[in-house]
């Protein structure tokens, strides 16, 4: 089964792995005390030595959890036709990085490549390169295998990319720890379930007025972790929490906000657009951190490190740290916006093209996967970051000849 989509905590399991990342955090604890949620998912994912994605990162059938791209073809399929839908209603500019941010296993930049070499006849004259953001070495070295057959440079001297290669379809690939690494320029941006795992902080409202919640070592089990409270507000507190929040407990990303921050400065800069898509609520949701490991809901504080930790995106949030620099559409429930890209015509062509009855049930069952409200239908969403003139023609006075076209996926895709 894909990540679910509601429920937090779940049943313990036990503790597995070497339990270094255990004993290293409880080492920290007991010498420093309570670390905020955001430090403890901060290490428990991306800690350089032994962080969940650092290490492996349990992307696909065999790992923790799977994901849209890693279900069907016809996903990453319909997010590569996005991307040129936009990019000729902005006017086909002669160059553009397609930047992924947490690329996985790299499956859905290849169903985009192969896309683009498909439309290869479109994209011609254009100066295409793509651009990974990614901090785990061990899914680098996966992508670099599926995306350029493992041929790949690795720390090339004129560039701020930690590796580089060429994909299958010859379009030349760049690695960046940090989205600040990629070099300006018009760009597509595409973030796929990853703001989910970036690191939230957490607070509860009490009689005393706002709490952070803390991780801490729990003094009567060795080596248990539990949650605390903060004894006092946090600087947290007085930053994240708006005097007229209604709920009760309240989930906030500081590091989603910065990255958003970073992405519409760019757009509004060098033009482009953003695709974010994750599960996520617009502002409405409390206590959404879960752990994944195995296909299964995982205590998010027992084993650190050898599970996924993820919670769901703040939607609303994201908008706001957009800060009005580009303009925002959605977020739209991703059975909306993949029927608008028509994932229905797609379904028909590959179902008539396949001659036998195991495909076709292949088929059937991933398209139920990711279109059924029950499964990643409803609570998968599409948001989007488009420059101002992209919705809105710059003079309003100057009555453009021809309308703006849609934007494809909020609206049914119309291909010219
Ligand atoms: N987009 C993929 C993978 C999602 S898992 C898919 O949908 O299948 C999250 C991805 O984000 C992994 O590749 C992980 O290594 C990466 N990641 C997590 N935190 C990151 C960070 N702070 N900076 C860059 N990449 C990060």
Redesign the pocket.
Known sequence: AARLCSGAGGAAEAAGGDGAMLRHLARKLRASGPVTVAEYMREA??NPGQGY?TRR?G?GESGDFI????ISQVFGELIGIWYISEWMAMGKPSTFQLV??????G??TEDILRVFKQLASVLSKCDVSVHL????PK?SEIQAMMLTGGKVQPNPEDELAYMKGISKTGIPIFWY??IQDVPPGYSFYL????FD??PIHKFQRTEKGWREVLVDIDPEVPDQLRFVLSPSRTPATQNFIQPEEARDHVEVCP?AGVIVQRLASRIEKDGGAALVADYGHDGTKTDTFRGFRNHKLHDVLSAPGTA?LTADVDFSYLRKMAQGKTATLGPIKQREFLKNMGIDLRLQVLLQNSGDTATREQLLHSYDMLMNPEKMGDCFNFFALLPHHRLVHPDKKDKPKSPLPPVAGFNELLLK
């Open positions: 994912l991306t994605y990162g992307v994901t849209s791209p890693e992924e941010l947490g690329p996985g296993r499956t859905l953001v990614e901090v785990s899914l720890r940090d973030a796929h379930e990853f795992a970036l590091e996924d």
